[in-house]
């Protein structure tokens, strides 16, 4: 920071003017001046009060729907019109009873979803507000992380590679600063930006002194004083928020509204048939048999499934979200339940992210350091003995130069020690706090005076240092072949030796076979008047010092989470920087299928596209790859037929995480840019929320099929007793009030419960589901029809046998009405598990929301049977003991045949080898593939 605070000013004539468009136009001086401000920061006091003086640095939220244009938009859904339709005809004929009930079907029907979509509004954004912008600044000269809403006018920003620009910036410092703007200007060239003022009528583009709120840092390092926030923003004034959660339709969603119309189709054509046969052949009276019509579009029609899909999508979003895995873009939620391979990322996500120096190696020893993490405990051991860092006045200067070459610091707040900056920088920093050394001392005594900070290309970090006699030193830090390069000599016993490179390899060897990431610290003299560095300065003539080796070790988490995707069927790889032998030792703690192969981005390079193909689906482990390995990873891996979830941190993964079918971003660590290329972030950076996501999606994928499976039967069966009467010339042997309340209530209550179910046993256990799934399979037509039968003989042959046992008509419709309903309960408890037997304990306890729902529904229907408001309604008479244990009866029988059913489906897969009767759902109609579907 002192690099910052020590910055020369850009000479220049003063114009004490600052006009808020034209802070481009002025010198540094006036800029700090009008917006009273210094280069070492704002204090907390001065921050909270220009925070209430302007206001949050954030945009006003659109304007939304108001609470009535959000309840009426819940009737625009095609299988709603039908039943308007049929209210209006129903009340144009004078049967009010009938259209006030199927009036309040539908109000209770939008009452659901515009509850729901008040929830899921709510929980966008929250969504938001998790996602949303942080920033670093220097506030009581220390640089800190602070919410971008909480910036306010004067404060000094600090920008690296990655991040978004929080607000309007005026720049101050700018070392080799490049910033994305296609977001404000659509020029898709990063600009070269400086501190020089630029004339007041330059073009937004041409304003190189300014660095806008919502564009991308691509490359260097600046830092740059807030002149404008919120709505004054560039970006506030022309387009609003940049990043918003977007919510699409998924894959299901339009199936289901394709299904919808052709159903809706279907029912139309059906009932003019019925209501002709009906007139013409069984001289129904054309009034009457209208009736019947609507009460046949009434059993037809899943009117609750709208509703189900939306309660069932939003929980599976909130179960991920509590997982830490927060879903951008809802197709992301389908998309997991596929998946067949995870290329992670291996620090942070496979790790625990908090590195540790555990190896010193110089010219003549190899020190052994304790402790973990970022905690300063621990010692110095050296074969097995412990050393004093004083015993050792080499290992005292590699310390040392561990902190004066670092722009990361660390702070212990109750105990918990965190870095702010570069995990592997606050590892050296505190192996200089373990070693005695004080941070703030030494860089007291040894001020920064200018840096070449670390680019991927050159692979290294200089500093230059000026003490207290005019004395003057580069500190280098990097990789340890570039490094090696850049020396001369090293260190050994006090002196200076000519470098043996073939004793470093080695050594970098060694201890990268540990699993250890390996850095190397240089230092070399220069001359007191020298104050700027150049990379002429740092070519050559280095003295190295020695290695630094650094582990991360996996997360204990992450090891149970690769086994579990693996027994999934999802191959997991893992991309790293680090060198080959690194990655290897890694990957055998991780247990990986692959982990002896490796491939290197060198290796990489000289494949072409085809075999790429062939070797990126047989390799687990790619070492020292860069982004653009990545995304050439993505693409061979998808040729082969493979759906890839990738994840990435870095502005440069944003073309790999777009490209991936599922492009996971790190929500702790990750620049925006990776989060705007991203349809999931992970809150926690952990990989084991990664296999998490994957379970919750195909957990939701499978309740909402098991929710479809129990409701269209239910239906089905409705609707085959309404038209069979008709055809038989029988009496109905449901009404079509009685059919509404058994659809709204009982089956869209139950349906609802399924939403809530847990994931099944063997969900992480199958080959994940082509994407090309069909809604209507061969198995949910099989089991709508032979469901459909089931109820069908059970509501007929209860209304027939009462009749014959001489019931009245309106006592033998309440009793088949009780039967749909007891059977709909009973099927429940059987389409919990569609891949294993109900009969269980698990299976018939069952879970809390089925025991409520189980529980609600037995409360309303002996409302239904027995209360006397309810006989004006529904005509319903009371049902005796007798044959409500009867009623039962038929529900354990519909349950014994189901089960008796499965039962042989589950057997007949047994024999053909199958984890289950297909791959993801033969009972839903996948076939049993672990490729993208067609």
Known sequence: MAAIEQQDLPAGPVNHATDLKSWHALRVEEVLAGRDASPSGLTDRAARSRLAMHGPNRLPAPKGRGALLRFLSQFNNLLIYVLLGAAALTAALGHWIDTKVILAVAIVNATIGFVQEGKAERALQAIQRMLSLRATVLRNRQRTTVAAEDLVPGDLVILEPGDRVPADLRLIRAKGLRVQEAALTGESVPVDKSVDAVPPDAALGDRTSMAYAGTLVTAGQGAGIAVETGVHTEIGRISGM??????????????????????????????????????????????????????????????????????????????????????????????????????????????????????????????????????????????????????????????????????????????????????????????????????????????????????????????????????????????????????????????????????????????AARGQRVLALAVKPAEGRHRELRFDDVENGFILLGLVGLIDPPREEAVAAVAECQAAGIRVKMITGDHGS?????????????????????????????????????????????????????????AAGEVVAMTGDGVNDAPALKRADVGIAMGGNGTEAAKEASEMVLADDNFASIAAAVREGRTVYDNLKKA????????????????????????????????????????????????????????????????????????????????????????????????????????????????????????????????????????????????????????????????????????????????????IGIGIALFAVLEFEKGIRLRLAARRRDPAPGAETAELGSAPASRRGP
């Open 582 to 638: 690194t990655a290897r030792a890694i990957a055998g703690q991780l247990g990986l299928v692959n982990r002896r192969e490796v491939l290197t981005g060198n290796d990489l390079d000289a494949l072409d596209d085809q075999v790429l193909i062939r070797r990126a689906s047989d390799v687990d482990v790619f070492a020292r790859t860069s982004p653009e390995h990545k995304l050439r990873l993505v693409q061979a891996l998808q």
């Open 242 to 511: 940049l990043t918003r959660v977007q919510q699409l339709s998924t894959p299901l969603l339009r199936q289901m509204n394709v299904f919808a119309r052709w159903l809706t189709v279907f029912i139309l054509v059906v009932a003019s048939l019925v209501f002709a046969v009906g007139v013409t052949l069984r001289d129904f009276a054309p009034v009457e048999m209208f009736m019947v019509v609507v009460g046949l579009a009434v059993a037809a029609i899943p009117e609750g499934l709208p509703a189900i899909l939306t309660v069932t999508l939003a929980i599976g979003v909130q179960r991920m979200a509590s997982r830490h895995a927060i879903i951008r873009r809802l197709p992301a939620v389908e998309t997991l339940g596929s998946v067949t391979i995870i290329c992670s990322d291996k620090t942070g996500t496979l790790t625990r992210n908090e590195m540790t120096v555990r190896s010193i190696a110089t010219a003549e020893h190899v020190f052994d350091v304790d402790g973990v993490g970022y905690a300063p405990r621990g010692g110095f051991s050296l074969k097995g003995r412990e050393i004093l860092p004083e015993q050792s006045p080499l290992l005292e200067e590699i310390a040392r130069s561990a902190i004066l070459c670092n722009d990361s610091n660390l702070q212990e707040e109750n105990g918990d020690w965190t870095v702010h900056g570069d995990p592997m920088e606050g590892a050296l920093l505190t192996l200089g706090l373990k070693a005695g050394l004080d941070a703030a001392f030494e860089s007291k005594s040894l001020p920064r005076v200018d840096s070449i900070p670390f680019d991927a290309e050159h692979r290294f970090m200089a500093t230059l240092h000026h003490g207290h006699r005019c004395e003057a030193v580069i500190c280098l830090k990097g990789a340890p072949e570039r490094v090696i390069e850049m020396c001369r000599s090293h260190r050994r016993e006090g002196k200076d030796e000519p470098i043996r490179p073939e004793y470093w390899h080695e050594r970098i060897e060694r201890m």
């Open 708 to 887: 479809i499976v129990f409701l269209l039967p239910v239906n089905g069966g409705e609707s085959f007793a309404i038209i069979t009467a008709i055809v038989l010339g029988y009496t109905l042997p449901i009404t079509p009030l009685q059919i509404l309340w058994v659809n709204m209530v009982s089956s869209v209550g139950l349906a609802i419960a399924l939403a809530f179910e847990p994931s099944e046993t063997d969900v992480m256990k199958r080959p994940p589901r082509p994407t090309g799934t069909p809604l209507l399979s061969a198995f949910l037509a099989w089991r709508i029809v032979f469901v459909s039968m089931l109820f069908l003989a059970g509501i007929f042959g209860v209304f027939a046998w009462t009749r014959a046992q001489g019931a009245s008509l309106e006592e033998a419709r309440t009793y088949a009405v009780n039967t749909l309903v007891v059977m709909e309960i009973f099927y429940l408890f059987s389409v919990r598990f569609l891949r294993a037997p109900s009969l269980t304990i698990k299976g018939i306890v069952g879970t809390r929301a089925v025991l409520v729902a189980v529980a609600a529904i037995v409360f309303l229907q002996l409302v239904f049977t027995y209360a006397p408001f309810m006989e004006a309604f529904f005509d319903t008479r009371p049902v005796d003991f007798i044959h409500g244990m009867e009623i």
